[in-house]
């Protein structure tokens, strides 16, 4: 995103000065942690890979990223993962291995050897965190820009806060730490506005205070929020804003199978509220199910039971359900389905398909 800027020039003989306003390009980049373990997940795949309407889980946060159009985005991964992650995403993006598992001061600052020359600011994003949307991602970049702040993050409010590290503001609103829960006082634990991890860098001061990030003597990682105390301590206050987050599920992450059931619940319902308010008439969204990019025209009617996956893309005035499956489908407009599994198929207008069909290319 460009930023407008004022330069003046003197006038000679008495002239005015003149207001010429100039534009100056702020290369961005983004970081992804997603070194993580994810143990709890209790898989053999790698937890970011993890399918999440139709896209793996990790694919949604470099989906949010290329939204900003950055100059790179990088992922940082471990070293068993990096090339199952390389082989499903390809080499648009970069990717580097975290060896040891040190903390996210440590992951971030994998990516230093081939971002330093390469931006003047970083977004780093956590790689578990799918549900954040780019509009938001925009507005904490603008946030920094706009403040000329070294670091800005997206925070959020928690009910209950516990488990997270709470965001701490003086009178006037200002950011002034961000306390982890097992150093908050009882005082700060009350607090309800957290972090979510997401957080960008002015990146010449962020690539030189990683290195001044001490390592934690609890767990003998390098924590990258530690940045924000650096930040105020180098800037004062003002030198780290937060913006908070108007819905507090962009910040949800995923740890184990049952919060990624409640992520695509969330995801679910903001890709079937979208269809409804384009023209769809959804019977009952709790059992009608879309994946990410699937299309459906103006007065299609989807009945209880219908799940559209992968390419799926279904014409106006349709009516499809109850109780269909389709998979990779074109179907034309005016077509009935109903009871029916279709793989790869192509289906005429006016079509009136099922029950008990079963459909393949």
């Known amino acids: 995103m460009p ?23 702020v290369k961005l980049s983004v970081i992804i942690l997603a070194a993580g373990e994810g143990t709890r997940m209790r898989s053999s795949l790698p937890k970011v890979l993890h399918p999440l309407c139709g896209r793996p889980l990790l694919g949604h946060i470099l989906a949010a990223a290329d939204a900003l159009a950055p100059v790179a985005s990088v992922v940082v991964l471990a070293r068993e993962t990096v090339e199952r992650v390389r082989a499903q995403f390809g080499e648009k993006y970069l990717y580097v291995v975290q060896a040891e598992r040190l903390g996210t001061g440590h992951a971030a600052l994998q990516a230093r050897p081939v971002l330093r020359d390469r931006c003047d600011e970083v977004l780093v994003l956590l790689g578990d965190a799918p549900l954040v949307r780019p509009e938001t991602l925009q507005a904490v970049v603008a946030l920094r820009r706009a403040r000329g702040a070294l670091v800005a993050l997206l925070s959020f409010i928690a009910d209950p806060p516990a ?17 982890e829960e097992r150093d908050a006082t009882e005082e700060q634990r009350a607090i309800r506005e957290v972090n979510s991890g997401a957080m960008c860098f002015d990146a ?23 940045l924000i105390a650096l930040a105020i301590e180098d800037g004062g206050v003002g030198a780290v804003a937060a913006l908070p987050a108007t819905d507090p599920t962009e910040a949800w992450g ?19 509220d979208a269809l409804m ?8 969204p709790a059992a009608t199910y879309v994946d990410v990019g699937v299309v459906v025209g103006q007065d299609t009617t989807l009945l209880p039971g219908t799940m559209l996956r992968g390419a799926t ?12 499956l389709l998979v990779d489908t074109t179907v034309a407009d005016g077509a009935r389905i109903r009871y029916t599994l279709a793989e790869g198929a192509v289906i005429a ?13």
């Open 204 to 226: 010449a001061w962020m690539w030189q205070a990683l290195d001044r990030v001490q390592r934690s003597p609890v767990k003998g990682e390098y924590y990258l929020t530690d």
């Open 254 to 272: 995923v740890n184990d199978r049952a919060q990624l059931a409640q992520v695509e619940r969330v995801l679910q319902t903001r890709l079937l």
């Open 3 to 25: 930023l407008e800027k004022d330069k003046l020039h003197g006038g000679s003989l008495g002239k005015p000065l003149l207001v010429v306003p100039f534009f100056t390009v």
């Open 349 to 361: 207008a006016n079509a009136d398909i099922g029950p008990f069909t079963h459909l393949q290319t």
């Open 313 to 324: 893309r279904v014409g106006a005035q349709c009516t499809i359900g109850p109780h269909t």
């Open 277 to 284: 308010r384009s023209g769809v008439t959804i019977l009952d």
């Open 163 to 179: 488990g997270y590290g709470r965001v701490v503001r003086d009178a006037a609103g200002q950011v002034t730490a961000i306390v």
